[in-house]
Structures are given as structure tokens and as C-alpha cells.
């Protein structure tokens, strides 16, 4: 995968990720010797930073590396001396015989700057370099981190789609689509299943106070979609409570179809 990079990330772009994070691997064991990889940390690495001071406020074990492929990105982040930190040149093949190997992996705003025609390839190639037990996360926020949409994938397991909203520019599920993963954004028409989701979930949304906060709002109609649809919506109250919901997509495409 050879391609000239272009994102740049802001402080705080990735703050949706870190409470996804938050709510679900920091409160898991801890696993020694596995790392969690920044895959193309941009033009600064704010992010991969925010990353480890996430872990480290918790109290979380993990070696941080943050992986890219512009070597004068990768000289600047180096030039930060960061102690805990190790910043490498390349892809995820760039990992192989490290003395940790990746628990999880988050590829955010990467696929993007692809053909979308490419990017399922692409992805799948990623996640079949990893260990079994590896996660990866791959998708889009906007430039100023308001909305995350992202795959959940991991070999073996069923894919989740991840939706994230802070609010503070209201909420609406469809807002969440132009922060769909690059593949979906640009596929037309969408799928039955994502048609069928956002369906749903603005029906539902539609129902809960207008006056309402945009949180508390996110927060309702999750709740209501999982009591109309308990299969393909996961449970987990500190996600919703945070604007984040992971949808269960093999068991809306085995209900709608493809």
C-alpha cells in the first residue's frame, strides 16, 4: 500500500476513538506484550499522544507505536523524544519480529484518501496481517472529531459498524453519513442492510423530544432502536452514555440482506 499522504489530525479529532476505547478495552485485562498501533498517525501525531496518556491516566500497560509512511512525518515525530512511544516507518508489515505484537490497531482518515473500489481489499489485507485475536478499527471522523463511523473487525468474529456523535453541532443520524468508512460513503445506492439501518434509527430518533439535548437524544434512540431491533444493536450503556453505539451488520444483512 504506496501512497502519498495527505491527512493531517487536530488535537481531540480522535476523541470519539478514545471513548469508544475507553469503554471497551481499557476495561478488559491487560495482556502483556501486545501494542496498540497508531496506523498513519498524520502530520503530527496528537492523536497516537492522546492514545498513551489515555492508557497511562488509567493505569493501562500497552506499548504505543504509531506507524507511517512519510518519512519526514516520521522525523518530526520522532523529534518529539516522546519516552514511551515508539514511531516507525510503514505499513503494518513494518511490525514484523517487533517484541510486542498488536492487540489493536486504529486506522482512522487513512482509507479515505483511496479508491473506494480498493479500500475493502486493502482492509481485509490489514486485518489478515494480524494476529487472530487482533482488532482492528478503520474508518473516518470529520476534520474536527464531531462524528466517528468505523468498522469493528477482528478474524473470526462478526463485524460491527461503530457510530459516534458529540452533539455539539446537534445530532441526526444522518449526519453520520458522511463519516461513513470510504467504501459505503462513495457506494450507490448504499446497501439494503445500512439503507435499512438509518431507516430505523431516524424513525426512531424521530420520536424522542425535539427540545431534548443531542446526547440525550443519541442516547433514546439507541435505546429504542435495540427494543425494536434487539439483535442489531449492541448493548453497552457506557458507549450510548458517551454517543457511541456499535450496530451488529451481520445480523441486519442476514435479516434485510446484502
Not at 103 to 125: E, F, G, M, T, W
Amino acid at each position: 500500500m504506496k501512497r502519498t499522504t495527505r491527512g493531517k489530525t487536530r488535537p481531540r479529532r480522535h476523541q470519539l476513538w478514545l471513548e469508544w476505547f475507553s469503554s471497551t478495552f481499557l476495561k478488559s485485562p491487560q495482556i502483556p506484550s501486545r501494542s496498540i498501533v497508531d496506523l498513519g498517525f498524520g502530520e503530527k501525531p496528537f492523536g497516537t499522544i492522546e492514545l498513551f496518556n489515555a492508557c497511562s491516566e488509567r493505569g493501562y500497560l500497552a506499548q504505543i507505536v504509531g506507524l507511517e509512511t512519510s518519512e519526514h512525518r516520521l522525523r518530526a515525530a520522532r523529534d518529539l523524544n516522546h519516552p514511551y512511544i515508539e514511531f516507525i516507518h510503514g505499513g503494518l508489515d513494518a511490525l514484523h519480529g517487533q517484541s510486542s505484537t498488536p492487540l489493536l490497531v486504529r486506522a482512522l482518515n487513512v482509507l479515505r484518501q483511496y479508491p473506494p473500489v480498493d479500500v475493502p481489499s486493502i482492509r481485509k489485507s490489514w486485518l489478515h496481517s494480524l494476529p487472530t485475536d487482533a482488532t482492528l478499527t478503520e474508518g473516518t471522523t470529520d476534520r474536527d472529531g464531531n462524528v466517528l463511523a468505523m468498522w469493528r473487525l477482528r478474524r473470526g468474529a462478526p463485524a460491527k459498524l461503530v457510530f459516534g456523535a458529540t452533539g455539539r453541532h446537534g445530532f441526526a443520524p444522518n449526519q453520520l453519513l458522511a463519516a461513513l468508512p470510504c467504501d459505503l460513503r462513495w457506494q450507490h445506492p448504499k446497501p439494503m442492510w445500512l439503507r435499512a439501518l438509518f431507516q430505523t434509527w431516524t424513525e426512531v430518533w424521530q420520536t424522542t423530544n425535539s427540545e431534548g439535548a443531542p446526547l440525550r437524544r443519541f442516547t433514546e434512540s439507541v435505546q429504542q432502536f435495540r427494543q425494536s431491533q434487539p439483535t442489531w444493536v449492541s448493548s453497552n450503556d457506557a458507549l450510548e452514555s458517551a454517543g457511541l453505539v456499535e450496530f451488529n451488520t451481520d445480523n441486519i444483512v442476514a435479516d434485510i440482506g446484502a
